[in-house]
């Protein structure tokens, strides 16, 4: 028993090993394919309908370069931004409206229309696109609308800043596991969950409950790594983001705590092809024979706390990707 033992351990290093000296591209268009060959047809909340495969992991190791995508250009910037949104607490669509972000704008705008029995329109059409327009502008533009349609109520930034506690008190889940990278590096505890169950509910009526809801740091060898556990993954449109953001994050929290950046792993729970994105998956997958090198990302080494960062402080080098690919969101 010991010696088939070792084989199989040999056998996973061998298979992690692997894993981790793979482009980023080549783990995400393997992805696609096996969701196209191998997932079931599922029913969804959106009524789009999805190919659905059930838990995958990828693994990046970030000293090999920044993963973010090359087969389809993506956008740094509102990844950086969404991330400074959730990092500072905001829950407020306000600030990503300022900054031309429009990640969130289908669901408060979705939830405005029904809370003034306004008809909500087929996203994607005229009629939707010039409502959602006119919407996020009044959002930037008026202070009294903005703070009560703009809200999403107690989604991510909440939770990972103030996390309400049965005492009254609220909970900076971030900053404890900042202190605890520091302190008890060897912890098993260095846990942040965005998955508050009280607050799922209030979450789905302006914004969603999330999605990526779990994550974990290790510290081994002088390096912060980061494991990740998303429940629901939409492939085509949200997963690039979710790579790269929680890469960069890895990243800042390595350099507040001293570290250099060791692996961002990512792992999916319900992971899926909307129906309406399988023309453009498989345009993404004719480009794998010109997948390009990755860039880098520097972030500024001054910066040493949370609080402190702003989108000034990182700068993407090298980055050669195609053209990107439109795909409808599924709200």
Not at 100 to 121: C, S
Not at 123 to 130: F, L
Not at 199 to 211: H, N, R, S, T, V
């Amino acid at each position: 028993m010991a010696y088939m033992w070792k084989i199989v351990k040999i056998h996973k290093r061998s298979y992690t090993k692997n894993m981790q000296s793979k482009h980023v591209d080549e783990q995400y268009l393997d992805l696609l394919e096996y969701i196209i060959k191998e997932g079931v047809a599922k029913t969804d909340r959106t009524g789009t309908g999805t190919k659905s495969i059930f838990g995958y992991q990828m693994r990046f190791n970030l000293a090999d370069g920044f993963p973010l995508l090359t087969t389809k250009k993506v956008p740094i910037k509102s990844i950086i931004h969404e991330l400074l949104w959730f990092m500072r607490g905001d829950t407020n669509l306000k600030y990503l409206a300022d900054n031309n972000v429009h990640i969130w704008d289908e669901w408060p705008y979705k939830a405005y229309l029904v809370r003034n029995n306004i008809a909500v329109p087929a996203t994607g059409s005229e009629e939707w696109n010039s409502g959602i327009k006119e919407f996020i502008e009044k959002i930037k533009t008026d202070e009294n609308f903005a703070k009560d349609y703009g809200n999403l109520g107690p989604i991510y930034g909440y939770q990972w800043r103030s996390w309400p506690a049965p005492n009254g008190m609220h909970i900076d889940q971030l900053q404890k596991a900042i202190e605890m990278i520091k302190d008890t590096p060897d912890s098993r505890r260095i846990i942040v969950s965005a998955w508050n169950v009280a607050d799922i509910d209030e979450m789905a009526k302006a914004g969603l409950p999330p999605c990526h809801c779990f994550f974990q740091f290790y510290v081994a060898d002088g390096k912060l790594s980061c494991q990740l556990y998303q429940r629901s993954c939409d492939t085509f449109l949200g997963l690039p983001f979710n790579i790269a953001s929680y890469s960069v994050f890895t990243m800042m929290l390595a350099q507040i705590c001293g570290l250099q950046a060791g692996e961002f792993v990512w792992t999916g729970g319900d992971v899926h092809l909307y129906s309406n994105h399988m023309e453009q998956a498989n345009l993404q997958l004719s480009r794998r024979g010109d997948i390009r090198a990755l860039p880098k990302m520097k972030i500024n080494p001054a910066k040493k706390n949370i609080e402190d960062f702003t989108i000034e402080d990182f700068e993407l080098i090298d980055y050669n990707p195609h053209e990107g690919i439109k795909a409808p969101i599924a709200v």
